[in-house]
């Protein structure tokens, strides 16, 4: 599926290759090369034993999965939800989602029913693969109890043990030694201007899918790869959920485009953080930025063969400019994401603070010789931060949502989308500084919340219940409830089936012990 004219320049502007032929490369290239690592506490927290995978055993399951989806008879183009943690189904599924010339459709692993009802009821999804459970929770169960609600999901499809009745298994596709035979999707036009994913974006307004391109989801991970300096057969340590466009482009994407490995990390644990890192001898390693001045005081980066630090920073507002920098062997890029419209990634220089960015062209890498553009920064009349660029989605989707009630991605005519955040142009550096996110929008841990519409579902639940949103510096804000009867109103929210951040904010606290 392309969105717009398929004839048009912008349709055709970037490369031919899709994610799939740039995974076919690799396997080319390095067919017994370790591609994909399980966390080595897998276990703990879903089932099955760590997996560690060369290229050719990873090609092999990634056509296993796509054939299985096909004789599925899900047609091209279909829309398959994802709800699986950071381990080596979530990649190899993602891969045979799109070699089976489906859409990709990840789903945050703290979704309930609610969330996922609402997102892929928009998206008018076919299909869920999702994990016997994450934690404690059983996501099979979750998910057939999702696709009862919406007419057009036909299957639902699960890794791991115990899978509740009515899931399709997919664990056998790793015992399948005899070879799929799988017939290539025939493309109309630019294969990479087909739509390969799709995403969610929390806005006042409410939730909005975007969709987004082979040609724009490979601009986002090259804007990473650049400015991080990645080599090629980099091994990556990927310690950010997979859920959103963000993770993709600071893990996947990179890991694709330099043909190396791909160690997962299901957050958050620093032992094993510090053990996977010394262990796969990574050179790269993905964060969450507020995680990185602890993690480095506490010397779990203190490895020599580490190279790299990619800082996520879903919350760009909170990026402390005092901070510095120190590390015997690492650099840090900075990488502030704009919610689900664009990222772009500034290495710290030798002072270790955070590099200013200006208004106007962002290249990678900064200051280097042939840099490319990723993105362009425009300061809106009101005083927002408005951006285009390669990876920047631009058109509406699903197709038509103009013509209805719901919230749908914008852009104008030169390809701007404003993100809502608000901005200034610092006088001294003549630099953006991000203020503050939009309006009405809290961040909970890189989970994206409308207040008023939670404020709203707390007070149906219980009149008089309160809901309230406290600065937080690591997950940005946490969550806090007052009610009459906690414990009715986090029992009813579970209920409901909303996101737990929502539901534990009612949760029992302990009384403060007497002195």
Known sequence: ???????????????????????????????????????????????????????AEADHFVTGIAARLRRLGLATDSIVGLQLPNTVEGVLTLLGVLRAGMIAAPLPLLWRRADSITALTRIAAKAVVTASRVGAVDHGNIAMHVAAEIFPIRYVCGFGTKLADGVIPLDDVFSENKAEVLAPVRREANPAAHLGLVTWEMTPAGLVPVARNHIEMIAGGLAVLLEGRLEQNAVILGGCTMSSFAGLALTVLPWLLTGGTLSLHHPFDAAVLSTQLQHDHCTAVVLPGPLVPRLAEAGV????????????????????????????????????????????????????????IPFGPVLAPRGAAGAVLVAELVRTDAGTVALRGPMVPKQIYPPGAER??????????S?????????????????????????????????????TELQDLVTRTEDGAVL?????????????????????VQKALAAQGVNPLVADAFRARRKPQAA
């Not at 209805?404 to 005519?413: H, I, R, S, T």
């Not at 309230?468 to 009715?488: K, T």
């Open 468 to 488: 309230a949103a406290l600065p937080d510096a690591l997950a940005g804000h946490r969550l806090a409830g007052s009610a009459a009867d906690p414990d009715a």
């Open 301 to 356: 980066l203190a490895h020599p063969n580490l190279q790299t630090v990619l800082a996520l920073w879903r919350a760009p507002e909170r990026l402390p400019v005092s901070a510095a920098w120190r590390h015997a062997n690492a650099g840090l890029v900075d990488v502030l994401a704009f919610g689900e419209t664009a990222l772009f990634g500034a290495r710290r220089g030798p002072g270790g603070r955070p590099a200013p």
């Open 404 to 413: 209805g009630n719901e919230p749908y991605l914008k852009a104008d005519p």
């Open 1 to 55: 599926m392309i969105l717009g004219d398929p004839r048009s320049p912008q349709a055709n502007a970037g490369g031919r290759a899709t994610l799939d032929d740039i995974f076919r490369r690799a396997v080319a290239r390095r067919p017994d090369a370790i591609a994909l690592a399980d966390p080595p506490n897998r276990k703990t927290f879903t089932d099955g034993s760590p997996l560690r995978i060369t290229y």
């Open 415 to 451: 390809g701007l989308v404003d993100t809502g955040y608000t901005c200034r142009l610092d006088r001294d550096t003549k630099a953006m500084v991000v203020t503050g996110p939009p309006p009405g929008i809290i961040s909970v841990g890189g989970y994206r919340f409308g207040l």
